[in-house]
């Protein structure tokens, strides 16, 4: 199958500093990637839609000043987590879109944990 | 808005028995489904997916699907399980119909396999 990385997998943050998590497909192109948020033993939720050149679309309730998407390549998107804080500790996992297999590519995930 | 309902939240089945993992679905457009398998600290792989056609999917490691429309139903099925098969199991579908959404998933249903 397509595979899609993330990185970091795993990061400790203080309470207050932004967090930058990237995700790559590597091997087909993404005009769209998604970032779910996963907490302990729950299912995924999705956070927001990133399409590559244009604004990336929020789910209700999520704040897209806090969780800044870029897009700005076929191959690349990150999610920044601004001034974190401790609820925002959890599993973040994107996928990419292949277009043409119509199928959604599960990156790893990325622990965040903010102290 | 699509829905995904996952009945059991853990199933336990003895090693070389049959497993049925069940999914039913809520969806005002021709739903596209999935199936994903989570390992512990790992990101989510596709199992099958179903978007049009044939109604009866085959899958990786054995498993299959078939959807049915009269039943909103796309259970997940293996003739015969390993103990590789432990693990969490998503069903999805896609939020609005078609294959361009981000996934609406159902809380899991952790696989426990009995020696």
């Known amino acids: 199958g397509a595979v899609v990385s993330q990185h970091p997998s795993r990061v400790i943050c203080k309470s207050g500093t932004s967090v930058k998590i990237e995700c790559r497909s590597l091997?087909?192109?993404?005009?769209?990637m998604f970032w779910y948020r996963q907490f302990p033993k729950q299912s995924l939720m999705l956070m927001a839609t990133s399409n590559e050149g244009s604004k990336a679309t929020y789910e209700q309730g999520v704040e897209k000043d806090k969780f800044l998407i870029n897009h700005a390549s076929l191959t690349l998107s990150t999610l920044t987590v601004t001034s974190a804080h401790p609820e925002d500790s959890s599993f973040y996992i994107c996928s990419a879109r292949d277009t043409i297999k119509e199928t959604q590519y599960f990156g790893p995930g990325t622990r965040l944990l903010v102290l | 808005a699509q829905s995904v309902t996952q009945l059991g939240s853990h199933v336990s089945v003895s090693e070389g028995a049959l497993v049925l993992l069940r999914c039913n679905y809520s969806?005002?457009?021709?739903?596209?489904l999935f199936w994903y398998v989570q390992y512990p600290n790992q990101g989510l792989q596709l199992l099958l997916k179903y978007t049009t056609g044939a109604t009866l999917v085959k899958g990786i490691n054995g498993f299959e699907a078939e959807f049915k429309k009269s039943e909103t139903s796309f259970h997940l099925t293996k003739p015969s399980a390993h103990m590789s098969d432990a693990a969490e199991y998503f069903c999805?579908?896609?939020?609005?119909?078609?294959?361009?959404?981000?996934?609406?998933f159902g809380k899991g249903t952790h696989l426990i396999i009995q020696p």
């Open positions: 969806s005002s457009v021709p739903p596209y």
């Open positions: 091997d087909f192109q993404a005009t769209t």
């Open positions: 999805a579908v896609t939020k609005s119909g078609g294959g361009a959404d981000g996934l609406t």
